[in-house]
């Protein structure tokens, strides 16, 4: 699924109006899957288009504001550049075209799509966005929004603090909030498992030191932050409590720390 997300990911980059921090190139969950924001159509009036990764019918759907509706399947075992290279062409049928990053989501390797497990990654992403908006409605301070984000899957949103620190990016130095992330992942490099995950930057050694709820532990390896393996709550009826718990704690223990 994560491959043809990159595919559905180039088109708003090349076509939804920019923000500073990508946002517009992210998925927003719905009870179907996830899809994109409004994207303006190209040569048009005010009309728009978006995609969805429907999870239900395991399709991703191209609907526009005039009406017009195209679907291209995930089922039928394609790679990822066989899959990208059709839905570009679909939207091509709509008169949609751009110059678009194909590097996104080249890859030739056969893709199998298993609609079982992605119907029950759809009620994770579900469960897992509810806890993600009830915690962002209860913090204080700038966030950013719950989204998916079709390069590595995850799910997650970022809380602002005050402190400004420099940084380096594509070679220009510039200052960014401290922040913390929240979010969920199917697993990467550095943790095979899919995992919940809370990141406060700047990293602070001290807080090592700090204990942690249900299962969370601080996480050096690759990466600096905390770690909550979905497996600690993966079927537990006080699961969604378990994680605001966790998400809570990194968030009362790190936000000091961010916050001029």
Do not use: C
């Amino acid at each position: 699924m994560s491959h043809y997300a990159a595919a559905i990911g180039v088109v708003p980059r090349a076509l939804a109006d920019p923000h500073p921090k990508w946002w517009h190139i992210s998925l927003k969950v719905q009870e179907q899957g996830a899809a994109t924001d409004l994207i303006p159509l190209p040569g048009s009036d005010g009309e728009t288009f978006h995609l969805l990764m429907n999870l239900r019918n395991h399709t991703v759907d191209v609907s526009t504001s005039e009406g017009e509706l195209l679907s291209l399947s995930m089922t039928e075992g394609l790679s990822s550049s066989e899959f990208g290279n059709r839905l570009l062409s679909l939207l091509g049928d709509l008169g949609i075209e751009a110059e678009y990053e194909r590097a996104k989501f080249e890859n030739e390797e056969p893709r199998a799509y298993d609609p079982q497990a992605a119907g029950l990654y759809r009620i994770i992403l579900l469960k897992a966005a509810e806890v993600l908006e009830l915690h962002r409605s209860g913090l204080n301070g700038e966030t950013g929004p719950v989204q998916l984000w079709p390069h590595d899957f995850d799910l997650a949103f970022e809380w602002f603090g005050t402190l400004a620190v420099p940084s380096v990016d594509d070679g220009d130095a510039r200052e960014q909030p401290s922040q913390i992330n929240f979010g969920l992942t199917p697993g990467d490099r550095s943790h095979s498992e899919a995992y919940f995950y809370s990141n406060p930057w700047p990293f602070q050694d001290s807080l090592i030191e700090r204990e942690l709820p249900n299962g969370a532990r601080w996480f050096t390896e690759g990466w600096q932050g905390t770690l909550l393996p979905y497996a600690e709550i993966a079927g537990s009826k006080s699961g969604a409590d378990k994680l605001a718990a966790y998400f809570r704690a990194v968030y009362d223990l790190a936000s000091p720390l961010l916050t001029a």
